[in-house]
C-alpha cells in the first residue's frame, strides 16, 4: 500500500457568497503518512480540509474530492464514517455530555441503528480515554474542562472511530507542551500501524516532523512535498514572509523567527 493516495483532490474550486476560498487545488496526500498543512491566517487550510471531508454544502464548491480511490460520493454512508474520521476548530458537542459519552459517540458508526454500545465499543473508548489522558474526567461534561482538557477528549473521540484515514484541524490548540509531544506520538504510532493522518497545523516545528507538507496560501497551494525536502523549507520561508527559518537543532527541524 506504500506509495498510494489517501485523498486526492483535483480542481477544487470553493467560494462562499461572493468570495473565493478555495481556487483550482490539487493535492494528492500519501496513504499511511502524516500530511501537515500549513500556511499563514486565513489561507485556506480548514475549508481545504473540510473540503476533503466532505463537509462543505455540494453548493459553492467545484471538482472532485477521492477517499481511497472512489469519490466522496460514491461512499456509502456509514462506511465513508468508519473509513474518514474528523476533529475540527470548536466543534458543536452538547456540552452536557460526559467526556465518557463524547468519546462513544465516536463509535456510532460502528454500531447498528439503536443498538447500545458493544463490549468492544466500551474497550475502544477506554483505550482511546488512556491515550489522550482524558480518563480521570471521563464522567465530567465537557462545559466543566478547560480548553486542553476538551481538547483531549475530542480528540480520543476522532480516535474512537478506529478510521484509516484521520483529518484533524488545529489538534495542538489549547495544548500544553507535553501534551503537544503526546499528540505527536500519537499520530506517528497511527501511522506505523497503517493509518493516514492529515493536521492543519499552526505549530511549525511540530510540523516540521511530519511525512509530507501541504503549503498554502492565499487559497491555493503553493507547495506539496516531502517535510525533510529543501525546496519545502524554501516554500514555508517564503508564505511567512521570511519571517522564519528553518534550521536543524539537535538532529530535528525548527522554525526559528527569522
Ligand atoms: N463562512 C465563511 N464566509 C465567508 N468567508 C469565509 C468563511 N469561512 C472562511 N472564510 C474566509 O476564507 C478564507 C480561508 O479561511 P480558512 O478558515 O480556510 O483559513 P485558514 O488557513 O484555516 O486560517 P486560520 O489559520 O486563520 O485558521 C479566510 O479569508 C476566511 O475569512
Known amino acids: 500500500m506504500h506509495g498510494a493516495t489517501a485523498l486526492q483532490a483535483r480542481d477544487l474550486f470553493v467560494q462562499i457568497g461572493k468570495q473565493n476560498l478555495l481556487h483550482g487545488v490539487n493535492v494528492q496526500l500519501p496513504a499511511q ?20 471531508a466532505g463537509l462543505h454544502p455540494r453548493k459553492g464548491w467545484q471538482g ?9 460520493a460514491a461512499w456509502p454512508v456509514k462506511d465513508r464514517a468508519r473509513t474518514l474520521s474528523w476533529m475540527g476548530q470548536n466543534e458543536a458537542v452538547s456540552q452536557e455530555l460526559c467526556s465518557y459519552d463524547v468519546v462513544m459517540l465516536g463509535r456510532l458508526p460502528h454500531q447498528p441503528w439503536l443498538a447500545p454500545p458493544s463490549a468492544q465499543d466500551h474497550m475502544v473508548v477506554e483505550a482511546c480515554l488512556h491515550t489522550t489522558q ?3 474526567w471521563r464522567h465530567r461534561p465537557l462545559a466543566e474542562l478547560s480548553g486542553g482538557e476538551r481538547q483531549r477528549v475530542l480528540l480520543a473521540r476522532a480516535l474512537a472511530v478506529q478510521a484509516q484515514v ?6 495542538l490548540a489549547n495544548l500544553d507542551p507535553p501534551h503537544q509531544s503526546e499528540w505527536m506520538d500519537t499520530v506517528k504510532g497511527l501511522v506505523m500501524h497503517g493509518h493516514t493522518v492529515v493536521s492543519v497545523l499552526h505549530e511549525l516545528s511540530i510540523a516540521l516532523q511530519s511525512d509530507h507538507m501541504v503549503v498554502m ?9 516531502a517535510t525533510h525536502d529543501v525546496t519545502t523549507h524554501a516554500a514555508l520561508e517564503t508564505v511567512f514572509d521570511r519571517r522564519i527559518r528553518i534550521r536543524q537543532i539537535e538532529g530535528m527541524w525548527m522554525a526559528l523567527p527569522g
Open 33 to 52: 503518512q502524516w500530511t501537515a498543512i500549513v500556511g499563514p491566517n486565513g489561507a485556506g487550510k480548514s475549508t481545504l480540509l473540510r473540503a476533503l
Open 64 to 72: 472532485q474530492v477521492e477517499l481511497l480511490g472512489q469519490p466522496l
Open 134 to 136: 482524558a480518563w480521570d
Open 166 to 171: 484521520l483529518l484533524m484541524d488545529e489538534p
Open 217 to 225: 496560501q492565499a487559497g491555493a497551494v503553493l507547495h506539496q512535498g
